[in-house]
């Protein structure tokens, strides 16, 4: 990574640029930031985030408009017979019970989803690996339903899988190891932990990966999502308080939510807004009584899976030392990821893992497996064991994926003998470099940190959000297109999650059948050079609004 050429002094910009706060410039402002702090970050630390265009905007609120303007004129033709109603509706008979279909809460399925339906849920019928089998399918009304055409779709670059180290695939020493366990202890083991299911390979795991973390002991579950919905209930509940990202996976919203914890949220990525919280916190204390909270914890992600920004751990470590709160973070998308060694965001700052209470992550993606983990001292994780609903109650995890897991983990560390895991970390990081710089070059608005492997490029309108994936699909490109609500309304996007298993070749022809859509569909809004930004001590958080 570039340096900056000439640093300024206290992060000052040329511009006249702002300091302490998120800055929001005139439509196009570029929002870039590099830091490299002596004291707490040992790199710098870029991240991009672009202005939405002011015309953009406005044309996409009208397309917006005008979808739901034809979606009342539509619901009110099936209201009268004139048009078919194909959605699920309360039966006549049923009309004054407590209704199970609320109409309103569905409009937007009903009317704007249903239009672009055909850009999801596509079956593959092949490995997830850098390319796929997709089977052929066409709707004839409207995408209420699908016909399979018997074709298949050969040798698709796949754009949108979480393969980040290439493990998912169906040859190699990963499906050799699995086989043989398949064969040794069968495919499940119908019991839980607890009970008659805690197999001398699910305490190989957990002791490979709490060396894997660096930490004293670790916990595997069989699912990602209720790694954090049913732990984050054992460790927090009433009288504590939970200091949230805004932008949070919907995993560590729904255990914070089960927990019955207090819930604050603090702007994404924004340490100034986490300090607030917990400033307020500590001096006010809980609502009514002022009785001081029993537990914070802090909640972040790694990379954050929608924006691809990395936490700012350092800063968030800092913050959580000096007032003396708990740290819980998820490393789903970052584990195998980020780091010389693939050990995650933490080894990608360069950071103790002790100081990280509580380290989450799933095999999911990098390892392509199935399952979470939590990891940090003993005292924690035996706690968890007794007291964490996924433990007690949840099946054990099959053997076979746990022989996937122990196999591809031991490949990363080095401990199969060969340098295959290392290389397949350095590959990973120089594929999301090029990627990135060659859609900037473009014109894209980019989202997110130059050593993210997952990149969203922003469609921005709703139309372009199912003729961006139907016109790359056309192309043998599989792209997964994301749009409201799991994206605000103006910052629908494609998200593409870069492959150690992606080859230059792959990628040379992706790009370059991305750059064809990009003209086609009129998708390269931006309009700003990227400036980096000056170093800037921990307490403070620099934007620079940039000229053309």
Known sequence: MERPERPRANGCGAHGALRNGFVRGPPGTQINHIVHNGGLYKRPFNEAFEETPMLVAVLTYVGYGVLTLFGYLRDFMRQWKIEKCQNATEREEQKDFVPLYQDFENFYNRNLYMRIRDSWNRPICSVPGAKVDMMERVSHDYNWTFTYTGRVIKDIINMGSY??????????????????VLSQYGAGVCSTRQEMGNLDKHEELEKLVARFLGVESAMAYGMGFATNSMNIPALVGKGCLILSDELNHASLVLGARLSGANIRIFKHNNMQSLEKLLKDAIVHGQPRTRRPWKKILILVEGIYSMEGSIVRLPEVIALKKKYKSYLYLDEAHSIGALGPSGRGVVDYF?????????????????FGAAGG?????????????????????ATSMSPPVVEQIITSVKCIMGEDGTTIGRARVQQLAENTRYFRRRLKEMGFIIYGNEDSPVVPLMLYMPAKIGAFGREMLKRNIGVVVVGFPATPIIESRARFCLSAAHTKEMLDTALKEINEVGD??????????????LDRPFDETTYEETED
């Open 520 to 533: 086609l569909l009129q998708l390269k809004y931006s309009r700003r050079r990227l400036v980096p930004l």
């Open 373 to 393: 983990y939590i990891g940090g001292k003993k005292e924690l994780i035996d706690y968890l064991r007794t007291y964490s609903h996924s433990a007690a109650y």
């Open 163 to 180: 393969n980040y180290l290439g493990f998912a695939q169906k040859t190699g020493a990963c499906q050799e190891a699995a086989s043989k």
């Open 350 to 366: 360069g950071l103790n893992p002790e100081d990280v209470d509580v380290m989450m992550g799933t095999f999911t993606k990098s």
